[in-house]
Structures are given as structure tokens and as C-alpha cells.
């Protein structure tokens, strides 16, 4: 079974960045799609950037699109999420999954799921 452990969140002040990191512990496929999700108190999770492991098919909500950059880096067998431009919204716990397959946005049809790393940004 795949394991998925996110690093790389703390506290930042808006208009700053962070740089998270999804560790992917078994040998994935090109098909195979990391997505990033995120989930603020109170609300439901919702999709934030999803990659194909090739480095291919990239796509972004809109809410985070032009500030968030996802890429893999295979040396280290990790999903990376440079966040610039942070704002108070872009506060949340933020989760990488891997789906084999299509990307989706709905988080009830992915069932491998990393613990989560928090995101706090101050306004």
C-alpha cells in the first residue's frame, strides 16, 4: 500500500511563500496522479493542483492559479507545491493523494491520502 507524507508547512505572513513536499513511499506509473488538496475549519476539502508522475497534465483551481506551482521531482520521489503570493484564505490543512487514472476535484474518489501538513497565513 502507498504511503504519502507531506512536509513543509508552518506560519507565513501574506505575501509570503512555502514550499510543500509530498513523499511518495512505492514506485509509482506515468498514469499515476498526485493531487494536492486543502481544507480550511469548517469546510469541505477542496482540490487545489493535481500532476501526472511524468511531470505532465498539470491543472489548477482557479483560486490558486498563477501564485501555486506543482512539479515532481523523481530523484526524491516527491510531489513539490511552491505556494507564492500567500493570502489569509490560502489557510488550511493541505493533503497530497495519489489516484491511478483521470484527476478529479471530488476528494470521495481518492482512498490514498498523506496525514496533512498545516498552512497558516497571517494577515
Known amino acids: 500500500q502507498v504511503q504519502l507524507v507531506e512536509s513543509g508547512g508552518g506560519l507565513v505572513q501574506a505575501g509570503g511563500s512555502l514550499r510543500l513536499s509530498c513523499a511518495v513511499s512505492r514506485r509509482t506509473f506515468s498514469t499515476n496522479r498526485v493531487h494536492w488538496f486543502r481544507q480550511a475549519p469548517g469546510k469541505e476539502r477542496e482540490f487545489v493542483a493535481v500532476i501526472r508522475w511524468n511531470g505532465s497534465g498539470t491543472y489548477y483551481a482557479d483560486s490558486v492559479k498563477g501564485r501555486f506551482t506543482i512539479s515532481v521531482d523523481n530523484a526524491k520521489s516527491t510531489v513539490d507545491l511552491q505556494m507564492n503570493s500567500l493570502k489569509p484564505e490560502d489557510t488550511a490543512v493541505y493533503y497530497c493523494?495519489?489516484?491511478?487514472?483521470?484527476?478529479?476535484?471530488?476528494?470521495?474518489?481518492?482512498?490514498?491520502w498523506g496525514q496533512g501538513t498545516q498552512v497558516t497565513v497571517s494577515s
Open positions: 493523494a495519489l489516484r491511478d487514472g483521470s484527476f478529479t476535484k471530488d476528494p470521495r474518489l481518492i482512498s490514498s
